[in-house]
C-alpha cells in the first residue's frame, strides 16, 4: 500500500512531465482506438454493402454446385425450402436465383449473356434489387416474359429500354430453349464485369426457358448482423434436413473477397504498431530520466530497508497509474470521435469499388475491440518501456547512489 | 556465537575495503578491528578521507568489504543476500544521514511510520509509537507537513524519529550534525543522547565537529582507513 502511495505521489511531481507522459499515452490510445473502429467499421460497411447487395449473407446450393456449377445441379421444391429458413432465428429475407448461359440478341446484335432468374419482390427484400434499376423499371411482380439488361450488356447489343431481346440457351430436358422478351429496364448491380453479361428474367420465365420447373440454383438467405453466422447456418442446415444441399456463409462461397478483407485488415496491426512504438519511446524517456533524477531517494529506499522488489513495482506502478488515467481519458475521448465518425462517416476523396459496390463514404464502428485492444495495448507497452528503469532503480547500490546529488 | 558476544553490536575483524575512483584505486578501509557494545555512544570521527563514512557503509552491509568480517548483532553480514541485508536493515538499524533523506513525497508522519510499514506493524501500534516519538522530540502538529515545509533541524528529527521508531538494534548516523547550525546540531546531538540514555539504544555517529565529539562517550578517531585512537569519554 505504501508502495502504491509513493508511486501515486511520484507521478505528479514532475507535473510537465506527467503531463506529457500522459498525453503521449492518451493520444496512442485515442489514435490507436479510432484507428481500430476505423477499419473495422469500414470492413463491416464493405463486408455488409457486398453481401446485401449482391449475394447475401448465406447462401445454399445443391452439394458441389460451388466448386462445379451445372445447370443439372439444382435445389428443389424451393418454396417449401424457403419457408423452412423462415423459421430459423435471424434469419430476415430469403431469395431464390437460378442461373445460366446463352445467346441473346438484339436487332442484328448478338452477345454471350448470363441468363439470372430472379423473384422480383424477394429480391428486391433480399437484395435491393429494384434500387439497382437506372432506367425503365424494374421486372413485374408475375412472369411476363420481361428481362432486365445489364448495363455494358445493353451497350454492347445497343439495346435501349422498349427493344425486344432474343434469347437462346439449352433447356435442361436436351432441348433448345428459345423465347422472345421485352426489355422493361437496365440494371447497374455495381459489378461493372458482371452488368456486362447479365440479363435478368423473372424466375418463372427463366424456370420456362430452361425447363426447370419449381427448381433453383441458389437461394440467398440475409440476416440481422454479421455475427455469428456459422451459428445461423448450422441452424438452417439443421433445420432444412436436406443433406444434399449445402448451406454456405459468405466467407465460403465468396472465399476469395474473404482473403482479400483479411488481408487488408491485417495491414492495420501496423498502423497500431508504429502508435506503440511512439509511446513506448515517450514512456521509457520519462521512466529513465525520472530514474535518474531519483537514483538518489531510491539509494535511501534501499538503504532504510525498501526490498528491491518493492522498488521496482514503485516505478512501474508510478507509469501505470499514469497509463490508467490515459486510457480512462482516452477512453472518453476516443468515444466521442468514433461516436461522431459512426454517425456522419468521412466522405472519400475519390469513391472507390470493391468487389462490385462502389464506396464513397467510410465509417467508424463502436465496438469493445476498439476499446480493450489498445488499452491491453497501452498497459503491455508501458510495462515493458518502465521494466529496465525500474530493474536500474531496484539495483541501486545505496551507498553510491546516495553520494549522488 | 558465545555468550560473550551477546551484548556486542557490531564486531568488526580486519576491515578492509578498497574502491576504484575513476580507475585509480583507493584504500578506505586498512585492517580495522573495532567492537561496538550494546548501549554505547560513539563518535567515530576523523578528517574528509579518513574512512568514517565507509566504514558506517560496510558496517551496515550498504557497501561491501574487500577482506575482513562484520558481524552486526551476532550475524556475519558476507553470508547475507542482497534481500537479507535489505531485511536486516529493515529490522536491525536505523539510519541518519547528513542531508536527512527524508522521503520527499511522504509527510512526516508517513516518513516516521515507513519503515513500520514495511515491517507490517498494525495501524495502531504504528501511531501511538509516531505519536509518541513526535511528541518527544518536539514535532507536536507537524505530522501532516511534508519534509519541504521543515527546516533543516526539524527534518533532522524526523530522520532521527523514523531511525529509531523501529527500535533497531544500532542507530547509525553519518554527519548527523554537518548541515545544521551549532545550536540546533549541540540540541540534535543532546536528544540523541537522551534517547540513547533513556531506551539503551546503540547510536555511532560520524563527526569532524569538535563540540559535537566532546558528547560522545567514546570517541574513535580514524585516520587514513585505520583507527588512530579509541578511547573513552567521560
Not at chain 2, 209 to 231: F, P, T, W, Y
Request: proline share 2%.
Amino acid at each position: 500500500m505504501v508502495t502504491f502511495k509513493i508511486a501515486l505521489r511520484n507521478s505528479f511531481r514532475q507535473k510537465r512531465r506527467t503531463t506529457l507522459t500522459v498525453l503521449t499515452m492518451l493520444g496512442g490510445f485515442a489514435l490507436a482506438s479510432i484507428s481500430i473502429a476505423w477499419s473495422d467499421g469500414s470492413y463491416a460497411y464493405v463486408i455488409d454493402m457486398f453481401t446485401r447487395n449482391q449475394m447475401g449473407h448465406i447462401q445454399l446450393h445443391r452439394a458441389g454446385y460451388l466448386d462445379r456449377p451445372s445447370l443439372y445441379k439444382t435445389v428443389d421444391d424451393y418454396k417449401t425450402l424457403g419457408a423452412a429458413i423462415e423459421t430459423v432465428e435471424r434469419v430476415q429475407h430469403w431469395a431464390p436465383r437460378l442461373y445460366s448461359s446463352g445467346l441473346a440478341s438484339v436487332g442484328e446484335k448478338s452477345s454471350g449473356v448470363r441468363i439470372i432468374g430472379v423473384d422480383p419482390e424477394r429480391e428486391t427484400a433480399t437484395t435491393r434489387f429494384d434500387k439497382k434499376v437506372t432506367a425503365g423499371r424494374s421486372l413485374s411482380l408475375s412472369a411476363s416474359h420481361e428481362a432486365l439488361l445489364g448495363t455494358g450488356l445493353a451497350k454492347t447489343l445497343k439495346a435501349k429500354v422498349g427493344d425486344e431481346v432474343v434469347i437462346v440457351s439449352q433447356g435442361a430436358d436436351g432441348s433448345i430453349a428459345n423465347d422472345l422478351y421485352r426489355i422493361v429496364g437496365l440494371i447497374s448491380s455495381g459489378d461493372a464485369i458482371g452488368d456486362r453479361t447479365a440479363l435478368y428474367l423473372h424466375l418463372t420465365d427463366a424456370q420456362e426457358l430452361l425447363v426447370l420447373e419449381n427448381r433453383v440454383h441458389e437461394i440467398a438467405v440475409v440476416v440481422d448482423g454479421l455475427d455469428d453466422l456459422d451459428e445461423v447456418a448450422a441452424a438452417i442446415q439443421t433445420t432444412i434436413q436436406q443433406p444434399e444441399t449445402e448451406v454456405a456463409t459468405w466467407q465460403e462461397f465468396a472465399r476469395s473477397f474473404y482473403v482479400a478483407m483479411r488481408a487488408d485488415q491485417q495491414g492495420s496491426w501496423i498502423s497500431l504498431f508504429v502508435i506503440l512504438l511512439v509511446v513506448a519511446v515517450g514512456v521509457l524517456n520519462t521512466v529513465l530520466m525520472t530514474v535518474l533524477e531519483r537514483r538518489r531517494e531510491y539509494g535511501v529506499l534501499r538503504a532504510v530497508g525498501t526490498g528491491p522488489g518493492q522498488v521496482f513495482r514503485m516505478v512501474v506502478m508510478e507509469i501505470m497509474i499514469m497509463a490508467v488515467v490515459s486510457i480512462v481519458v482516452g477512453s472518453a475521448v476516443a468515444y466521442v470521435v468514433n461516436y461522431q465518425l459512426s454517425i456522419e462517416g468521412v466522405a472519400l476523396p475519390t469513391s472507390f469499388t470493391y468487389g462490385g459496390v462502389t464506396f464513397d463514404r467510410l465509417y467508424t464502428i463502436i465496438n469493445a475491440r476498439s476499446f480493450y485492444i489498445p488499452a491491453v495495448c497501452i498497459i503491455l507497452t508501458a510495462v515493458a518501456a518502465s521494466l529496465l528503469p525500474a530493474q536500474m532503480a531496484a539495483r541501486v547500490a545505496p551507498a553510491r547512489a546516495m553520494r549522488t546529488h | 556465537m558465545n555468550a560473550d558476544n551477546d551484548h556486542k553490536v557490531i564486531i568488526a575483524e580486519g576491515v578492509t575495503k578498497e574502491y576504484s575512483d575513476d580507475g585509480v584505486p583507493v584504500m578506505a578501509l586498512r585492517g580495522i578491528d573495532l567492537t561496538i557494545e550494546q548501549g554505547e555512544f560513539a563518535a567515530i570521527v576523523g578528517p574528509s578521507g579518513s574512512g568514517k563514512t565507509t566504514f558506517l557503509n560496510v558496517v551496515s552491509g550498504l557497501d561491501s568489504i574487500t577482506d575482513g568480517s562484520v558481524r552486526l548483532d551476532g550475524k556475519l553480514l558476507s553470508s547475507m543476500s542482497g534481500r537479507e541485508l535489505s531485511d536486516y536493515r529493515r529490522d536491525k538499524i536505523g539510519f541518519i544521514f547528513q542531508a536527512y533523506n527524508l522521503i520527499p513525497v511522504l509527510t512526516v508522519e508517513e516518513n516516521v511510520e515507513y519503515i513500520m510499514l514495511l515491517q507490517g506493524i498494525d495501524k495502531k501500534e504504528r501511531h501511538r509509537r509516531v505519536r509518541d516519538l513526535l511528541s518527544q522530540l518536539g514535532l507536536d502538529g507537524m505530522a501532516d507537513r511534508l519534509p519541504s515545509r521543515l527546516s533543516g533541524g526539524q527534518q533532522q528529527r524526523v530522520a532521527v524519529a523514523r531511525a529509531i521508531v523501529s527500535r533497531p538494534a544500532l542507530v547509525l548516523a553519518d554527519e548527523p550534525t554537518a548541515n545544521l547550525d551549532s545550536k540546533t546540531a549541540l540540541d540534535l546531538i543532546d536528544m540523541m543522547r537522551r534517547l540513547n540514555e533513556d531506551s539503551g539504544v546503540t547510536f555511532v555517529f560520524s563527526t569532524h565537529d569538535s563540540m559535537i565529539m566532546a558528547r560522545a562517550r567514546r570517541l574513535i578517531v580514524l585516520k587514513d582507513g585505520r583507527i588512530d585512537r579509541d578511547e573513552a569519554q567521560a
